[in-house]
């Protein structure tokens, strides 16, 4: 009762509304008959007028009341090119047929056009032209310049709109361009320039997704902007395919192989050197009850290195006495002076783990162990070095040498990710213990939050770690692609300034079209009445009997030549139909939306006499059925419905496949009680007593108008519910859009930038007051960390800082921000001095670009799994969307911060190219000494090639951490190795070795 009277002011509401909209339609009428006595020349002269005046009004609110004003006009201008086409008989191919233009817009089709201009949804049911009403608002929304976009279901649909109506639009001068799938980016990006564009929703998307997400210059993007969309069909786009968002996907970044294949060897180490170990521990505890504290402690810290989670040193820790040992031991190896000890301390065991920065390295020993054949296997290679003997070897080309170059770079690469696969394992092993750090769930690695001890599902570490974690406990290892781009098809239309849309069917989805795209539906009346007949269902006991009473009236139509159309909801059906069909030898056509354009020419001969046709919902839609000369005294075309989709509107739209434009038809459909439909949702219960109450026998069918019903509000049952998982995919959905957006737009702001500099220097006055206030900012039990801070100034930018130099504690964590900040953009200032101005634009882009896309990527992909994860807590009665949420944006804000702080990491490692490289280490002397001694001249700088070595000389002299030279060189670690010995104390100054620490990779 509440339904009919809603439907009652509803229903009122919407003639109320189209009511108010009759006038304009009448000054359309109007003007259309003005025009008739125009020239051609006229006529179309008012596009180029109207498109003059437009660009002239720069805010696009202002263009939109301009339109409103001229609507009457313009689409009346629209309205009289049809005709004249009409008139002239104009003849033209569309999808290479034979084609005469013979329509001129109804008066239901400018209410239709109205409709769609105001950024509604127009129902017009099936067969009413649509195809020619989107023309009126793309006209008249292209005179704006921006762009309008129509948006069909499938390839073929675009091309065979673009071609046909393009007719009207190349009339009047307005250009017309079409997506299809194949395309080049070139091509695409002309189309895109077009007044008008036609494409699929998932070309547009993709083309949205390959713009904002992957292209690295303006030149790349096809696409301009998001003004106005007409989505043909829009039920099925926006509601049907919303379940399914767009993905780019693209190889792992990390090869996960590598983590299986050394797996089995890095097992062997650890055990090794666990053993090692526990025998040095034993020795240690000998060694404390001899009384002999000095080696006992000297031994443990040998076990702290090599296995800081040794069950027995972790004891021995416990007592006092030892504990001060070890730490003494410690200390005294961290002095400059025994440096080499230190060394070789860890050259006698296999590899060393560093707990508190949580790293692994091998030693020479380890290397051996890994590798015996060739224990260089994991070390970089002297990049440098070998460029310049390839460089300075006059026996080849300089194509070799460019050869030559590219595979060293190459095979250093390799290298390095061998190196970062071995390092990431050790870690897993010595660092990572199952049951504290993580739990194993499902055949997954599930975080535990070091803090709070919950488990954090979804979660990952990143950096290939997980998947170390994940090789070491032998669970999956990760997918081998991952998410590069993605985006929900509700979340890109809601980027249009306008979207509209049209479909046969929308009134029963109206609810949804408001609630998410604020798309209001009306609903147009049909150009002459409806003269289809739909009869009610037949309802069957079992499967089988249905099918057979289908097949039954299908030889019934055939033997009198009517034509059917049979509609399945399932490609398995529509074979089972086809197979029965075939032994009743009755021809047949099955289209299963898999050849759009074959199937659009069968089912536009569904009308002819005797044809039958099996067709899934999807395929051949949108293409009209004529029908056949004799077939509207046989009752025109018959739809035969085999089953009740979820949905009411898909079964609207099947029965509006007949009867269109008045044309005679009838419908009907066929139901079972073992249908999913009637099995999960239907009022079967009720339906088996009615059956039994009639004594339905077999092959026997039920038919009344209250079943009918009882079958409606099973499929009303399933849209709600169908409703309200689409809302939620998209509440979690919006979660990303917004962060999306944030990066699209950051990532655009960099590409158009035409001082990515600023960008740079924004990114370091963010960032570096950041590590500043992490590193220098006294905590409650802590002191300021001026070592480790001078550590990572020093690996990050190449100031050579000392601690003298530095004096960071003299400083309040401000002044140290700004006295940083000041010396970074000083150095780099130096450095891009050197390097060829427009070069080193792109590169700032490309540094920015390069870590956006990096981490938003692995960021996707840990959405993706925090996503998965969360609705495990479900059960923990937490609200999965809540939880989700909040990781979701202590992530993002965790991302953002990794942005910056990889764009500060690259900043000095990253050059425009090889020779700007070369020029810039070959005029680092000079700079160094120009710093410290000002005296010296350009002059002095040697010739190139040779100052590789001097600069690696330098460096090396620089560090020696006394003050002789201040200036150490960070220099980008894949391609080059200054000339510091890998075991040689680090220039750095931190007392590492040089391999450790800044000859690393990165
Ligand atoms: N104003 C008109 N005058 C004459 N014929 C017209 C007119 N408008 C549309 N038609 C014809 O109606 C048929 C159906 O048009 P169209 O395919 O655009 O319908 P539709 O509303 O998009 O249907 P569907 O819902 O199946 O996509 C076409 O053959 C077209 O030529
Ligand atoms: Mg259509």
């Not at 170059?405 to 061998?418: L, M």
Request: net charge negative; charged share 30%.
């Amino acid at each position: 009762m509440v339904g009919w009277i809603l439907k009652k002011i509803l229903g009122s509401k919407n003639q109320r509304e189209l009511k108010r909209l009759m006038p304009i339609v009448g000054r359309i009428n109007e003007f259309d008959e003005q025009f008739k006595s125009l020239s051609d020349e006229v006529l179309k002269a008012k596009t180029a007028t109207w498109k003059e005046e437009l660009a002239k009004i720069p805010e696009l609110d202002d263009q939109w009341k301009r339109l409103d004003e001229i609507l009457p006009e313009a689409f009346a201008v629209v309205k009289n090119a049809a005709r004249r086409l009409k008139d002239r008989q104009h003849t033209f191919t569309v999808c290479d047929q034979p084609m005469t233009w013979d329509m001129v817009h109804f008066d239901v089709q400018l209410l239709g056009g109205i409709v769609l201009h105001r950024g509604r949804i127009a129902e017009m049911a099936t067969g009413e032209g649509k195809t020619l009403v989107a023309t009126l608002p793309l006209y008249l929304n292209a005179l704006t310049g921006r762009g309008a976009h129509l948006v069909t279901v499938n390839d073929y649909l675009a091309r065979r709109d673009a071609e046909w109506m393009g007719q009207l639009y190349n009339f009047l001068e307005l250009t017309v361009g079409c997506i299809q799938h194949d395309q080049e980016p070139d091509v695409r990006r002309e189309q895109y320039a077009m007044d008008i564009t036609y494409g699929t929703n998932s070309e547009f998307g993709f083309d949205y997704l390959r713009d904002n997400g992957m292209a690295t210059t303006r030149e790349q993007q096809v696409q301009r902007g998001y003004y106005y969309a007409i989505v043909d069909e829009v039920d099925s786009i926006l509601i049907d395919e919303a379940r399914t968002p767009l993905i780019i996907s693209g190889p792992a970044t990390i090869s996960t192989h590598q983590y299986d294949k050394w797996k089995p060897l890095i097992e062997q180490l650890v055990r090794k050197q666990n053993m090692l170990c526990n025998r040095l521990a034993s020795e240690a505890l000998e060694k404390f009850e001899q009384g002999d504290v000095e080696t006992g402690g000297r031994l443990m810290f040998k076990v702290k290195l090599g296995q800081p989670r040794n069950k027995q040193l972790l004891r021995m820790m416990e007592d006092p006495d030892k504990r001060r040992a070890v730490d003494k031991a410690e200390l005294s190896f961290y002095q400059d002076t025994r440096k080499e000890e230190l060394f070789a301390l860890k050259e006698e065991l296999f590899f060393t783990i560093d707990e508190k920065s949580n790293e692994a390295d091998l030693s020479e020993q380890g290397r051996n162990f890994l590798n015996p054949d060739d224990p260089n296997a994991f070390v970089l290679p002297d990049l440098i070095n070998e460029f310049t003997e390839i460089d300075l070897d006059p026996s080849l080309p300089q194509e070799e040498k460019d050869k030559k170059k590219a595979e060293r770079q190459q095979h250093c690469d390799a290298q390095a990710e061998r190196i970062h696969n071995i390092s990431q394992l050790l870690r897993a092993y010595c660092l990572f213990e199952k049951d504290v750090q993580y739990v194993i769930e499902e055949n997954k690695v599930v975080i535990v939050d070091e803090f709070t001890g919950r488990k954090m599902p979804g979660r990952r570490w990143s950096d290939g770690l997980h998947q170390a974690v994940e090789a070491k406990e032998g669970v999956q290892i990760d997918r081998e692609t991952q998410t590069l781009a993605t985006i929900t098809i509700q979340n890109y239309f809601r980027l249009y300034q306008k979207l509209a849309g049209m479909t046969g069917t929308a009134e029963t989805e109206a609810a949804e079209f408001h609630d998410i795209y604020k798309l209001d539906v009306n609903v147009i009346p049909t150009n002459r009445p409806v003269a289809r007949k739909d009869h009610n269902d037949r309802i069957y006991k079992t499967r089988r009997e249905k099918y057979n009473a289908v097949i039954k009236e299908i030889r019934d139509c055939h033997t009198r030549e009517q034509p059917v159309l049979v509609g399945t909801v399932s490609v398995e059906a529509s074979e089972l139909l086809s197979r029965m069909l075939k032994r009743e030898k009755i021809p047949h056509n099955v289209l299963n939306a898999k050849f759009h354009m074959q199937e659009a020419e069968i089912v536009s001969r569904a009308g002819q006499p005797g044809t039958v046709t099996i067709s899934t919902n999807m395929a051949g839609r949108g293409t009209d059925i004529k029908l056949g000369a004799s077939v509207p005294d046989r009752g025109g075309l018959y739809v035969i419905g085999t089953e009740r989709h979820e949905a009411r509107r898909i079964d609207r739209q099947l029965r509006g496949r007949c009867a269109r434009q008045g044309d005679p038809g009838s419908s009907r459909f066929y139901v079972s009680f073992e249908d999913d439909l009637m099995r999960n949702f239907g009022a079967a219960d009720r339906m088996t007593r009615i059956m039994e109450r009639f004594g339905l026998e077999e092959g026997q069918e039920l038919e009344h108008r209250w079943l009918n019903k009882s079958v409606e509000t099973a499929q009303k049952r399933v849209e709600q519910r169908n409703y309200l998982i689409r809302k939620r995919t998209l509440d979690f959905d919006d979660v990303m859009n917004m962060q999306r957006e944030v990066v699209y737009t950051y990532r655009n702001e960099t590409i158009d930038s035409e001082e990515p500099r600023t960008l740079i220097y924004e990114v370091i006055d963010e960032a570096v007051p950041a590590k500043v206030q992490e590193y220098l900012t006294a905590g409650r039990d802590e002191e300021p960390n001026y070592t480790g801070f001078l550590n990572w100034v020093n690996t990050t930018f190449p100031l050579g800082l000392t601690k003298e130099k530095a004096q960071f504690d003299t400083r309040t964590v401000d002044e140290n921000a700004q006295f940083l900040i000041g010396k970074i953009k000083d150095a780099y200032e130096r450095k891009s001095s050197h390097e060829e101005p427009t070069a080193v634009k792109s590169l700032e882009r490309y540094i920015i670009l390069n870590a956006i896309d990096r981490l938003w990527q692995e960021h996707l992909y840990a959405m993706d799994a925090l996503r998965e994860g969360v609705y495990l807590r479900g059960y923990a009665q937490k609200d999965p969307l809540i939880e989700y949420k909040t990781e979701a944006y202590d992530m993002f804000v965790e991302l953002m911060a990794n942005i910056k702080n990889e764009v500060l990491h690259n900043l000095f490692r990253s050059t425009s190219n090889l020779q700007a490289f070369e020029n810039f280490l070959a005029t680092l002397p000079q700079f160094l000494l120009r710093e410290h001694a000002p005296a010296a001249s350009a002059a002095n700088a040697p010739a190139r090639g040779r100052q590789l070595q001097p600069v690696g000389a330098m460096a090396a002299v620089a560090g020696d951490g006394d003050g002789a030279g201040e200036m150490t060189l960070d220099l980008p670690i894949r391609r080059s190795m200054p000339k510091v010995g890998r075991n040689e104390p680090c220039p750095c100054g931190s007392g590492k070795k040089y391999k450790n620490c800044c000859g690393r990779v990165a």
